[in-house]
């Protein structure tokens, strides 16, 4: 079984840290709101902890964060009051480990890189017998974390800040990541005793292994890889970490059978699914809530959030598909066209410069260049229904609501504000007016005109 396989019937509660303010990223959004792949970093992270198969989650928020407390709900959120260190933090939560753990797992709101395999991980570790796990990693440059001191039987013994550790500690390469496990029924007892004789006068959770170590306790550690772990304090930490998700998602959708061409120019949200044989070309941005069936193709600088694409069709180039957008099985969206919240079914056709908004078009109906479908009319939205064939010529303004019946023509330039019924035809325009001969005399009035002869 893998760790990731382990579910512990609610009898392992997460403590998730999410209180801080952000101060460095100069926001009034708290830090862990902030998106990385269209998802609020607390939200990657609440992923992770329940796919490691964790059945309880409380979130520590500051106060006044009653927007983050309404985002992570039904998570309970506990206040932390004063910021007095992590321990301090944890402790906020006393309520919620009070009620009974056989594990509890600390984690940051502001690591949304952490997988749901590192935190089973950790939680093995634990569950080997340990008081208190901690997860390690092995950073490139050691120097400024605190480093993780084995006894003999390769034990955690201690761990020691970057600032305090000797020449001989600052070789150490195993560092720390943060993260841990304790034993749910120690929990208390042991955060309890960790005080707060620092500098800084605050309750650091790293003291909770020194002390288990002298009360008898053993503690462990498990080990991750450093690309999860990457912290998010200022803008440019939120760059980083938002390449390092899309590297990660690239790399998932390519291996689950969809086509990149240039996967360094697209941009996918966390929930993005694209289905076997999927073509996706370069400069796509994927919004969240977005699904693309098999064998489909998204063309060059288009934009897709909350749509649905059905199988073997074809978006784009410069298409942009808005919340609710259906496309049916081998439908085409071409360039300059914008949909929303509309349906289009198996075959549809909309190919240039077109507004679809608030609308059902049926299978195999072409959608002329330059057609709106008007919606709006300063007061309330209206549909428009399209049946299946029908053709709409270019340039028609759909008025809605207004329904265009199955197999039915509209002209070219038309404004339909009347229902049209199965296979007629609408021409609603000014009809023309030609004057044979007239062109020269009209070009020569207006010359006069201009001289100022008439």
Known sequence: MTTTDVRSEGRTLAVVLAAGEGTRMKSSLPKVMHRVAGRPMVGHVLDAVAAAGVGRVAVVVGPGMDGLARWVAPHPTV??????????????????????????????????????????????????????????????????YGRFVLDAEGGLLRIVEARDASTEERRIGLCNAGLMAIDGGLALDLLDRVGCDNAKGEYYLTDLVAVARAAGLACRFAEAPEAELMGVNTRADLAAAEAAMQDRLRRQAMAEGATLVAPETV???????????????????????????????????????QARVGAGATVGPFARLRPGTELGEGAHVGNFVEIKASTLGAGAKANHLAYIGDATIGAKANIGAGTITCNYDGFGKYRTEIGAGAFIGSN?????????????????GSVVTESVPDDAIAIARSRQSTKPGQAPAYRALRRARREGKV
């Open 396 to 412: 028609a303004a759909l008025v809605a609501p207004v329904t265009i019946g199955a197999g039915a023509i509209v002209g070219a």
């Open 79 to 144: 206040v932390q009051v004063e910021r007095r260190g992590t321990a301090h933090a944890v402790l906020a939560a006393r309520a919620e480990i009070a009620a009974g753990a056989d594990d509890v797992v600390v984690v940051f709101g502001d690591t949304p890189l952490v997988s749901p395999a590192t935190i089973g991980r950790l939680l093995d570790e634990r569950r080997r017998g340990a008081a208190v796990a901690v997860l390690g990693f092995r950073p490139v440059d050691p120097g400024p």
């Open 267 to 305: 941009y996918l949200a966390a929930d993005t699914r694209l289905g076997r044989d999927t073509v996706v070309h370069p400069h796509v941005v994927f919004g969240p809530g977005v699904v693309v069936g098999e064998g489909a193709e998204i063309r060059s600088f288009s934009q897709l959030e």
